[in-house]
């Protein structure tokens, strides 16, 4: 999980961050001012200054901000002047949108705020509908308004070209005040709330932001959305009383808090009205106290009453957001606060700690304690840890018995809990009997600073009290380090503390330092221990003097952080994150100097003699117990073991159904060490026992199958490959079906000599279900004309869960998840299912991934009732899956596999091809038809998608790539001996965004930080080729080639239009050594022909096959398919991976297809494999005596000169 940030402001205004993965609160240096409240989300911070002025803090990132501003210029033909700007009084303006009503010359556009930049000037849009246009953009219809076409016509009277500019937001990382509504009358804001990103799948980005005014009002902010952070306006919402205080959740909640002490609840919120439409009035949990702060998650409400009491809304869902019922929970908090996943914070009302609520799930979602976050700020640990080494370099040892100070309250009820202040002190003494406590001038003891006061209102007007408290606290720290004798802070015993018997006085020196020479300290060191050493018995030192290092803290040393407010809306934990705030880092940081000043006793010296002891002593065990027994016999065991269990088999006649077997696997070893087995599969056939058998040499692939209802997997040798008819099984448990495959899989790998981990040639694939394999390839699998065949490829799986994969022959290999995650591969091997010998002990790491369940409610037009869920009986079911021949209901529906967990209900899908209305239909003239997302009078049915989504969590070797969510990646395929230091990577965001990784090495695959290549449009597919040749292909189907890249130049300069094939839509490009090949819409796999070197962008179009699912070229233009609808002697299958035969320079397309595994596979990639395959001298046809017995029949003329020119 990528780490992600909680957000607070102190008592003083100060806004810090924490990150998931960090030990130490970050101040948000940029904030030149003072602040009263934040709210965030992942990708943004909202906050409020003490000026009233909200501003804004958009979280850096490689991916920029980019707005895309256009406009149409318009003109007509004319038999004077032929096209011009004069237009009909009648027709729309010269510059306008592409509605033609409202007026847009270029020189009106303006930039919104200070926060933006313009990335260039104003350039003509030269793509039409994924063709190029002429070169002037024009784009012609016989008037306006009317249907546009590229080509001019005879009729052709109206013409328009669009003109694109792009602006950026600048201001990342930085608070950017958003500008004032000039309409607006001087209300200031107090309060601020952001949410709304999770309603019906909503695009990252879209945020729902609202705010009260000081005179009790609620404004919701319009048009906020990745395109534009800042939003457009401010819309007042009607209101049924004043408010104080709101909250809006990630999904449909909003909750407000009236001056009354009373709940209003926002109703109504959906995709189309994020605004909502109504309130609901709830009443106060308790009737004599009101309430006073309302804090909402995606389905739970937290409140405070007047007397700082919290309590949990039960029964809360974005059905039913008003809830059930008030439950009282634990604890008086000042604020409190709902993040992602539900999880709860809040600031203490007695000690204004930060308090985190643990055991909060799904199933659980009141949690079950609070307990404190107790971690130093970024100015507090330098203090800390210079204090903890001067003390250690003065050689004190502590004997007294140290307590730290308590942050716990009322609220607290872990008994396990250990609340420590990251700054508190350590408080040491010697001995008690050897000295004694001198007297001390009451003249020399400066006053004592105030603490601190703490209102305790819920005003906002207590920012100001509590920062009259900063001006006194500071002249007392100034007086306090008048003298370089005077003492930081007087220690006096309380309930927090305990009192030192002896403390320790060190050399005066000069308050001011700010720097340590370590080198010089460790010499001090040296002499101080010494120095101590020597007075041990007869201590003299009467005191203890500390400096303060940082001057301008407003807080004690000894003082934990006063917090006013906190937002965990961009903090993303579970109940299984590994989080470390709640330990002191002061104690890890002493023990970890304490273990560097052990290891400076140990010379280099002495470490080379241990060395070259323990080097002589392995070697004379050698001689001993190997070198004098060389002339014995190896003692090799040979053994026999069986395994038997009882498993289901789908039977191989008609009709097939599911039988009862006795299932076996025979192991033995061999007496050369090798091992081998044979599979049996025991049934009844007519009362008589009978049974199935395969040689685990012969198996192919082991592969676990996509089914709801059972534990299933196949089993595929090369016939069965042929037939496409694997052995199918079904074990009872999943825990059964694990334990089979990873013994299965290890019994192969051992009979094939396959240990470790995939070499860098491997070929990588994988299923439908998301299950990744690899299969080693050997030097015959690219011959020519005898290649190995591709069904006899041994495939074995690698732990993980993956959509898609990419690799290259330096050991590189990035994936992505259902999720649109990126993960890249640790080079280890196993994970998931496989354990122990099966799986590396390191580079496994755990992964997630999260996908969405489709069905479809159908629907039929009748004169009576319109449209209604009763179809005719031929109709498809009105609750069915996307073919409509199976009946998919919400009920009856379950995840795809026993693995997948639900975390979502049940919402409308309005991401489909060809859009939806309002509500979500399509509508079309009948079942089957193309579908259409707007009704008219032939449409008789209609049809909508409704999604859910599941979770699966695994293990393999993979590890995550935040932040940005990709949809496709692509690597520079290398040479076998390639010495490329920096490897070249592009890949697709999720919302189509190119990017190009930099820092992609093989001693970091991971890159180091993403570089933005501007396009006009989204992309969906990217590919690179050997010699850095960049190919994409866009949302609208068009294809580009990227221009000039290199290494010096990694992303290029421009991107050059390349139309696609007739009336054809890309989807997919792949790009080799010298080959480009495409897939569309319809599967059909065409080649590019004409790319050379000088013209790389080719000449034409060539159609190689169809029905194919995705293409992968390797790095010596080898090709290799997902192929839907491969005919078997068994069965016709979808999803099989397919070889391109007799592939070679003189002849780039091939000759014909060679099929292997399949099917349920989903994606394949060759761009490994840079294996050159043997070179193969033919016979001479001519020469009688150069043919040798049992040579092959001889080819013809074509063939084999084709075959000679291709080695």
């Known amino acids: ?33 003072e602040f009263k409240r934040v709210t965030a989300a992942q990708q943004c911070c909202w906050g409020i200054a003490c000026d009233n002025n909200i501003h804004l803090n958009v979280h850096a990132s490689d991916l920029p901000v980019r707005y895309q501003e256009d406009t149409y210029e318009n003109q007509r033909w004319n038999p004077v002047d032929g096209f011009s700007d004069r237009l009909l009084p009648s027709d729309r303006w010269q510059w306008s949108d592409v509605t033609g009503l409202q007026h847009q010359p270029l020189d009106s556009f303006q930039l919104p705020s200070d926060s933006w930049e313009w990335e260039g000037d104003w350039y003509v849009d030269e ?20 249907f546009y076409t590229k080509d001019k016509k005879w009729n052709s009277c109206v013409r328009r070209r669009r003109w694109i500019r792009y602006r950026r937001y600048k201001a990342m990382d930085t608070w950017a005040k958003i500008p004032s509504q000039p309409t607006m009358l001087p209300d200031p804001f107090s309060d601020i709330s952001c949410g709304g990103w999770e309603i019906n799948e909503e695009p990252r980005g879209r945020l729902s932001l609202w705010a009260v005014s000081l005179q009790g009002k609620v404004w919701f902010r319009e048009g906020i959305c990745h395109d534009n ?38 109703e109504g919120i959906s995709r189309d009205c994020p605004k909502g439409t109504s309130w609901a009035v709830v009443d106060s949990p308790s009737p004599d106290l009101g309430a006073t702060h309302v804090a909402v998650g995606a389905n739970v409400v937290w409140a405070l009453t007047k007397d700082n009491k919290v309590w949990f809304r039960r029964g809360v869902s974005s059905h039913n957001p008003c809830g059930s019922g008030w439950i009282s929970m634990v604890g008086e908090m000042f604020m409190i606060n709902v993040g992602l996943n539900d999880q709860v914070f809040a600031v203490g009302c007695e000690d204004r700690a930060v308090y985190f609520r643990q055991g909060v799930t799904s199933s659980e979602l009141s949690g079950k304690t609070w307990k404190a976050i107790s971690v130093p700020r970024d100015g507090d640990r330098s203090h800390s840890s210079a204090s903890a080494g001067s003390l250690q370099s003065a050689g004190i040892y502590f004997s007294g018995e140290a307590r730290a100070q308590s942050v716990a309250s009322d609220v607290e009820s872990d008994p396990d809990k250990a609340s420590i202040d990251g700054t508190s002190r350590l408080v040491a003494s010697a001995s008690p009997d050897s000295c004694a406590q001198p007297p001390v001038d009451p003249t020399d003891q400066p006053a004592e600073a105030p603490k601190p006061r703490i209102p305790k209102v ?23 380090g008048a003298g370089p004798a005077a003492l930081e802070e007087e220690a006096v015993p309380g309930d927090d503390e305990v009192q030192a018997p002896c403390a320790v006085l060190l050399v005066p020196g000069d308050p001011q330092w700010s720097n340590v020479d370590l080198a010089e300290g460790q010499s001090q060191q040296n002499q101080a221990a010494a ?6 018995d007869t201590c003299s030192l009467s005191s203890v003097a500390t400096y303060t290092l940082a001057i301008e803290e407003l807080y004690g040393v000894d003082e934990h952080p006063l917090w006013a407010w906190v937002s965990g809306g961009g903090c993303s934990v579970d109940s299984h994150s590994q989080l470390s705030w709640f330990n002191c880092a002061l104690n890890s940081s002493t023990l970890v100097q304490s273990v560097q000043s052990m290891s400076l006793s140990v010379t280099p010296a002495q470490t080379a003699a241990w060395r070259r002891q323990i080097f002589e002593q392995l070697n004379e065990r050698t001689r001993r117990e190997m070198d004098n027994f060389k002339h014995y016999e190896q003692a090799v065991e040979q053994s026999v073991w069986v395994k038997k269990g009882t498993m289901q088999w789908w039977r191989d006649w008609k009709p097939h159904k599911w039988i009862d077997v006795h299932f076996a696997l025979e192991q033995y070893s061999g007496p050369e060490g090798n091992k081998d087995g044979i599979l049996f599969i025991y049934y009844n056939f007519y009362e008589e026992k009978k ?37 199918r099984l079904a074990a009872a448990t999943e825990l059964e079906m694990h334990d089979w495959l990873a013994l299965l899989s290890v019994s192969c790998c051992d009979s094939r000599r396959i240990q470790g981990p995939p070499s860098k040639q491997a070929i990588w694939s994988v299923t439908c279900k998301g299950d990744i394999f690899v299969s080693e390839p050997t030097p015959s699998l690219e011959a020519v004309p005898y290649a190995t065949p591709c069904d006899q490829m041994f495939w074995r799986q690698v732990g993980g869960h993956l959509r898609t994969i990419e690799c290259n022959s330096v050991g590189i290999v990035w994936g992505i998840g259902y999720d649109h995650t990126a993960w890249v591969y640790t080079g280890g091997y196993g994970g998931g299912f496989f354990q122990g010998l099966a799986s590396s002990t390191d580079n496994i790491y755990t992964q997630t991934d999260v996908k969405s369940v489709y069905i479809y409610e159908n629907q039929r037009w009748n004169p009576v009732t319109g449209y209604t869920n009763r179809g ?44 939806t209305d309002r509500e979500g239909w399509q509508y079309a003239a009948d079942f089957p038809a193309s579908y259409h997302g707007h009704k008219t009078m032939k449409d008789f049915v209609r049809r909508r998608r409704w999604a859910r989504k599941c979770k699966l969590a695994t293990t393999g070797p993979w590890q995550e790539i935040p932040p940005i969510t990709l949809s496709d990646v692509t690597i520079l395929p290398c040479a076998a001996q390639s010495s490329v230091d920096v490897v070249s990577l592009w890949a697709i965001s999720n919302k ?78 792949s790009v080799g050594r010298t080959s480009v090949y495409t897939v569309d819409e319809n599967g059909n796999l065409w080649y590019r022909h004409g790319v050379t070197p000088s013209y790389p962008q080719g000449s034409s179009w060539e159609h190689i096959s169809n029905n194919v699912r995705k293409v992968s070229v390797g790095p010596l233009d080898q090709v290799w398919i997902i192929a839907d609808k491969v005919q078997g002697s068994h069965s016709l299958s979808c999803g099989t991976v397919c070889h391109r035969l007799g592939v070679q320079p003189v002849q780039p397309k091939g000759q014909s297809w060679d099929y292997g595994i399949g099917g349920g596979w989903d994606h394949v990639t060759v761009r490994g494999n840079s294996m050159e395959p043997p070179r193969i001298r033919m016979p001479s046809l001519t020469d009688p005596s150069a043919a040798a017995p049992g040579t092959p029949l001889p080819l013809r003329n074509s063939e084999l000169t084709g075959a000679a020119e291709g080695c």
């Open 1 to 33: 999980m990528p780490a992600s940030l909680l957000w607070a402001v102190d008592v003083y205004g100060r806004v810090y961050s924490l990150s998931t993965a960090g030990q130490q609160w970050e101040q948000c240096h940029d904030a030149h001012m």
């Open 992 to 1069: 189509g965004d190119v990017l190009c990784r930099l820092g992609v090495t093989t001693l970091t695959p991971a890159g180091s930080s993403w570089l933005h290549v501007g396009t006009d449009q989204p992309f969906k597919s990217i590919s690179i080729g050997a010699a850095t040749q960049v190919w994409g292909i866009a949302r609208d189907g068009s294809a580009f080639y990227r221009g000039s890249v290199s290494a010096q130049s990694p992303a290029g300069d421009c991107w050059y239009h390349i139309p696609s094939p007739s009336k054809q839509k890309l989807k997919q490009v």
């Open 872 to 915: 005719l009986p031929t109709d498809r079911y009105m609750w069915s899956d996307a073919s409509g021949l199976h009946e998919c209901t919400k009920t009856h529906t379950k995840p795809p596999s026993p693995q997948w967990t639900w975390v979502s209900d049940w919402a409308i899908d309005y991401s489909v091809s060809g859009g």
């Open 229 to 266: 952070p800042e939003g457009a306006v401010w819309e007042e919402m009607p209101l049924p009383g004043e408010v104080v205080q709101i909250s809006c959740g990630p999904a449909e909640l909003v909750w407000a808090v009236l001056w009354e002490g009373q709940f209003i609840v926002r």
């Open 691 to 727: 049974y199935l058998h395969a040689f685990v040499n012969e198996i192919t692939i082991l592969v676990p199958v996509l089914s709801d209802s059972k534990h299933t997997f196949a089993i595929y040798t090369p016939e069965r490959t042929k037939q496409r008819w694997p052995i």
């Open 458 to 480: 819920t005003s906002d007007s207590f920012i100001s009290e509590l920062v009259s408290d900063r001006e006194p606290a500071k002249a007392a720290r100034e007086n306090r």
């Open 127 to 146: 793509n039409f509908e994924g063709e190029p246009t002429e070169k002037g953009g024009w784009s012609y219809a016989i008037d306006f308004p009317a």
């Open 531 to 536: 120095a101590a050493a020597d007075t041990a």
